[in-house]
């Protein structure tokens, strides 16, 4: 059965500052792996999306990287800004409706 | 950009209501899901659909039924509502892809049930 870490639960860190948010997955036959950020209250909003073939995506400060063979995606946000403060959820996609998440990663991006 | 609209944001419900929660999404896409999410429990599938009319059990469909009579709207109907359904209902859309039978996700913006 697939799982889905993401380590740690919660990140505090200065406005200004790089950071690498990770996932971890325990099955590496997957087709693709999503992040999202989730604000308070609010949906899911797509931030990348990695296909197995591919090693990493880049969408403006936002950088993701994946590693089949180890089981492991990082999302680098750079020069980091208190608008970058959400909860940030990885998902493993194995299937139409195999999609498994992780528990997030609070942010706080303190100014 | 790709929509997905749930058409309430906020419900309040008495114990043993109908509810309905209903989805729209203006991309065409196949597939469409069902969520909730729980504070320590994360998201988890109730239903999905993969074209019209068509739907399967996620993993905790239970007390709930859905409906999908056109290819942009996916309805989640709680037949009496009970207490341990008040939760964060999230509505997501994606293209059918081959070989991955999924693409991107799309969320909407999520209902906050609360059952009384």
């Known amino acids: 059965k697939q799982e889905v870490t993401q380590i740690p639960a919660a990140l505090s860190v200065p406005e200004g500052e790089n950071l690498v948010l990770n996932c971890s997955f325990t099955d590496s036959a997957i087709y693709n792996l999503q992040w999202f950020r989730q604000d308070p209250g609010k949906g899911l909003t797509s931030l990348l999306l990695?296909?197995?073939?591919?090693r990493e995506q880049t969408s403006g400060r936002l950088n993701a990287s994946l590693d089949k063979s180890s089981g492991r995606s990082t999302l680098y946000i750079a020069a980091s800004q208190p608008g970058d403060s959400a909860t940030y959820l990885c998902a493993v996609i194995q299937g139409a409706q195999k999609l498994v998440f992780g528990q997030g990663t609070r942010l706080t991006i303190n100014p | 950009d790709v929509k997905v609209t749930q058409s309430s944001r906020y419900l309040v419900k008495r114990t043993g209501e109908k509810v309905f929660l209903e989805c729209v999404q203006d991309m065409d896409h196949e597939n469409m899901f069902w969520y909730r999410q729980d504070p320590g429990l994360g998201l988890r599938l109730i239903y999905f659909s993969y074209d019209v009319k068509m739907k399967e059990k996620g993993d905790i469909p239970e007390g709930y039924s859905v409906s999908r009579e056109k290819k942009e709207r996916f309805s989640l109907i709680l037949e009496s509502a009970s207490t341990n359904q008040t939760s964060m209902y999230l509505c997501?859309?994606?293209?059918?892809?081959?070989?991955?039978?999924?693409?991107?996700?799309?969320f909407g913006e999520g209902s906050r049930l609360t059952v009384l």
């Open positions: 990695i296909q197995s073939s591919q």
């Open positions: 997501a859309s994606s293209a059918r892809m081959r070989g991955a039978g999924t693409g991107e996700l799309f």
